[in-house]
């Protein structure tokens, strides 16, 4: 593939991405309007961000596996025909069970696409420009993980909810489009596998109980503890049914390569403790700083505006010198913006969270960045499709954990300020908010020197490897 083919086709993996992952925020803003709309209550409402991510963790893996088997770039094709059908039949959506189903469709041609991208980008680019292509691509990611609310007020303020989805269907047309020129005409599909449909069904179920887990954890714990317990019975039948099987869904000998192993583990502490400051900085802007709405969302724009530029230059970095030391560097300074955050107390503002919210988005991008490259480049060509979805399938468990376990340390220490059961920020004491964002920051610290403990193994085991070859 040409040069220029190539980064047209990152450019379309990226543009696709962005939408996806956009697809899986922009819709908080208006479940509201959807709940007015159709007649419904609000918590069912909340179904159309369920099935969507739900859909999603679900499948990943059987298209990952599917990847591997096949052709990754026609699968990624149908993925994006099959989410803009999706969206347009959301968008659509004349009653309830129309917009559910249109989001499941969405999930599937979502999950398809999502699976394939990482592999699709390391295929086609050689290895010394692979950390700039993933650092590019992480730029659509970043911008879709935090422009999500953002977007979706702008459009429920002009148009109305549908549009939401509606705007996808003339991006997804332009993509499927410059796919169809681009995308060789002829892959060779590597060996084909039977697909594991009974890991797949164990991956549906786990999927349903851990979202029912998450939602349940602040209101009901009982329950939580329950579905918790649940999820592990399921997940050792998982486990006990991919070691059995001839060709699994996720090839459990992967983790014993401890690149891939504790990379992986490096990247779901850093999803986790990203989306507390996503969900934590809204409500101390606006309740604990009383900032207007407006001066709210400019400051939290800093973070992808500077991820424009942290991202391709971390990729320059990581093309050019050690992957792991480059990672190291990134989860330091994301442990520093996190203790940043944990001594921030409103004195001095808005510029120390000015500060806070570069720092953090340099550690992001260094750390994602090489984190993505060290992923990709640990196993063999035919496993990039398994391990770029076990990759994306980390983001979905992060966005979930981190929300859930963010907003229930969050809301636990204010009820323990305030000495009675708390699920809202509002008319709660400026002192107790902040001692809520405290606690949660300090164990996001934790997660992240965890996640350093992981990498710090890797650095190790390359320096134990880079004597015996120089000893040999």
């Known amino acids: 593939m040409s040069p220029i083919k190539r980064w047209l086709t990152l450019g379309t993996l990226g543009t696709f991405f962005f939408m996806v992952i956009i697809d899986g925020t922009i819709v908080s803003i208006a479940i509201p309007a959807i709940a007015r709309g159709l007649s419904v209550s609000t918590s069912s409402a909340n179904l159309v961000i369920s099935v969507y991510l739900i859909g999603i963790s679900a499948l990943l893996l059987m298209f990952g596996q599917l990847g591997d088997s096949t052709s990754r770039m026609r699968l ?23 917009l559910i189903g249109g989001r499941i469709v969405q999930a599937i041609g979502a999950s398809m696409t999502m699976a394939n991208s990482y592999a699709i980008v390391t295929d086609v680019f050689p290895a010394n420009e692979l950390g700039r292509a993933l650092g590019i691509e992480s730029i ?57 449909y009974g890991g797949a069904a164990w991956m549906i179920l786990m999927a349903l109980v851990f979202y029912g887990a ?34 699994p869904l996720l090839d459990l000998q992967l983790f014993s390569n401890r690149r891939f192993r504790n990379s992986l583990i490096a990247a779901l502490t850093s999803f986790i403790v990203s989306y507390f400051f996503t969900l934590l900085a809204p409500i101390y802007l606006q309740l604990v700083l009383n900032y207007a709405g407006r001066l709210t969302g400019e400051l939290l724009m800093i973070s992808p505006i500077i991820a424009l530029i942290a991202n391709p230059v971390a990729g320059t970095l990581v093309d050019r010198f050690d992957k792991t030391k480059i990672m190291t560097a990134g989860m330091i300074t994301l442990i520093v913006a996190q203790g940043l955050l944990i001594i921030n107390h409103g004195t001095g503002e808005p510029w120390p969270f ?52 963010a907003s229930t340390l969050y809301y636990r ?40 403990i992981a990498i710090w193994s890797l650095r190790e085991v390359h320096t134990g490897v880079v004597k015996q070859h120089a000893g040999n």
């Open 140 to 196: 659509f990611i970043s911008l879709g993980a935090l422009a999500g609310p953002g977007l979706g007020g702008l459009i429920i303020s002009y148009l109305s909810w549908h549009d939401i989805f509606l705007i996808n269907v003339p991006l997804g047309i332009i993509c499927i489009f410059i796919e169809w020129l681009i995308f060789p005409r002829h892959v060779k599909a590597h060996d084909h596998q039977p697909l594991d």
């Open 76 to 98: 990624f094709m149908w993925g994006t025909v099959i989410f803009t059908l999706g969206s347009l039949l959301s968008g659509w959506g004349l009653s309830f069970g129309t």
């Open 354 to 405: 000015v500060i806070i919210s570069v720092v953090l988005s340099l550690g992001t991008a260094l750390f994602g960045t090489a984190n993505n490259t060290i992923i990709m480049q640990s196993v063999t060509a035919k496993q990039r499709g398994m391990a770029g979805a076990t990759n994306s399938l980390m983001r979905e468990v992060g966005l979930a954990l981190g929300t859930t376990l």
């Open 413 to 452: 220490a204010i009820a323990h300020e305030v000495g009675h059961s708390v699920t809202t920020a509002f008319h709660i004491p400026t002192d107790d908010l902040l001692t809520g964002q405290t606690v949660a920051y300090a164990v996001g610290l934790i997660i992240l020197i965890g996640g350093l």
């Open 214 to 247: 998450t939602s349940t954890a602040l209101r009901q714990p009982i329950i939580t503890i329950v579905l918790v317990a649940v999820f592990a019975v399921i997940f050792v039948f998982f486990v006990r049914h991919e070691r059995r099987y001839q060709h």
